[in-house]
């Protein structure tokens, strides 16, 4: 599928987000998990981390309990990333409502835009996004 953003900056925005979510990781990854959610003006983020032995992290509860100052600013550059790449595509009229973007210790990354849309980010959207975004994990494991 052709982007219709302009794909240089696309791939940058890409860099960005990937290197944010790097940023806010845990030792021992091998695999970081983003989903961005985008509603009614509102945009909310959820970071899981896979680690070697298969467990997953919920990075986002430890950023809000994290005191290290550089993991809040990497936490804060990533809403502004994400907001800027969802703006980026709104002008292209490619609007999406949420994302997952996964990211490899190499810096390889991959990223799937989802337009179905919801009434309100409930705990069910979220639930059915990471059934979604983690079944590639059931089928490697």
């Known amino acids: 599928m052709k982007i219709r953003e302009n794909s240089e900056q696309f791939n940058q925005q890409m860099k960005k987000i990937a290197q944010c979510l790097v ?16 509603g009614d003006g509102i945009q909310s983020l959820v970071i899981y981390a896979q680690l070697m032995d298969n467990s997953v992290v919920d990075i ?48 390889s990354f991959s990223i799937d835009f989802d337009y179905t849309p919801f009434d309100t980010l409930t705990v069910e959207v979220v639930e059915q996004w990471k059934k979604y975004a983690f079944a590639f994990l059931d089928e490697e494991n």
């Open 60 to 107: 986002t509860k430890k950023v809000i309990q994290s005191e290290n100052e550089d993991v809040i600013n990497a936490y804060m550059d990533l809403c502004d990333d994400c907001e800027e790449l969802y703006e980026m595509c709104e002008k292209q009229k490619d609007a999406w409502t949420s994302c997952a973007f996964w990211v490899m210790p190499s810096g």
């Open 23 to 38: 940023d806010v990781s845990v030792r021992g990854w091998q695999r970081m998990i983003l989903g961005v959610f985008q």
